[in-house]
């Protein structure tokens, strides 16, 4: 028998707290609890879990600055839940290393399917590490080789087209904002000239999705970032 999923839930709402232990042990996951951000990095780091729901907003310290401790050392998927709705919010959240954003009110059924995609997403990282192909549709991007194709067909790409598509999908499924692709792509100089990522985006989809238009792959998370679609 496998052992159970470890979810860590970090929240100082007493009623949340309960309502997701219940949840989530009913879905046989094994769930640990703290309503502070210093008790809750102190039982990632003595049990470290599968996944931690983070709140923003606890009595000790910021959800961003948990979340920015735990990036020092784990790479487990945080998934952010906050009363705060913000486009600024869930951005630096997001620069933060988390890896999902949800508002409160949640649904149940969404939050546990962000749980999934957010577990199967760090497995095909941790797997990833060993490939250098990834496959998304019809797309085929060789990290390795710098080839892409498209239903077997070579796809030209420049220097920094293949360089903006290698990053999202070396991240595949997790949302990229744009100052972090920026970054990674042009510089820390170039972080705030979003107009440059949007020129390549449409570059980009032009060259791979059927419809332009209405991407299949290179998803838009309008006001945040960008998100790669693979193979799932």
């Not at 970090?10 to 008790?39: C, M, N, Y």
Request: one cysteine or more; hydrophobic letters at 40%.
């Amino acid at each position: 028998m496998s052992n159970p999923i470890r979810v860590l839930v970090i929240d100082d709402e007493p009623q949340i707290l309960r309502a997701l232990k219940t949840i989530l042990t009913a879905r046989q996951f094994q769930v640990t609890t703290a309503s502070r951000g210093e008790e809750g990095l102190a039982l990632a780091a003595a049990n470290p879990p599968d996944a931690i729901i983070l709140d923003l907003s606890l009595p000790d310290m910021d959800g961003f600055k948990v979340c920015e401790q735990l990036r020092e050392w784990t790479q487990v998927p945080i998934i952010v839940l906050s009363v705060r709705d913000s486009e600024r919010d869930k951005v630096l959240a997001l620069d933060k290393g988390a890896d999902d954003y949800l508002t409160k009110p949640f649904g149940v059924e969404e939050l546990l399917a962000r749980l999934r995609v957010a577990l199967r997403h760090a497995a095909q990282t941790r797997e990833k590490t060993q490939l250098t192909t990834i496959s998304a549709g019809p797309i085929t991007i060789d990290l390795a080789r710098h080839v892409v194709t498209r239903n077997g067909d070579e796809v030209k790409l420049t220097a920094t087209e293949f360089k903006l598509l290698g990053y999202l999908a070396a991240h595949a499924g997790r949302v990229l904002t744009h100052q972090a692709i920026l970054s990674q792509v042009w510089g820390p100089d170039d972080a705030d000239h979003v107009e440059y990522l949007r020129v390549y985006m449409r570059l980009l989809r032009k060259k791979l999705e059927s419809d332009p238009d209405q991407p299949e792959y290179l998803l838009n998370e309008p006001g945040v970032g960008y998100r790669f679609v693979t193979d799932e």
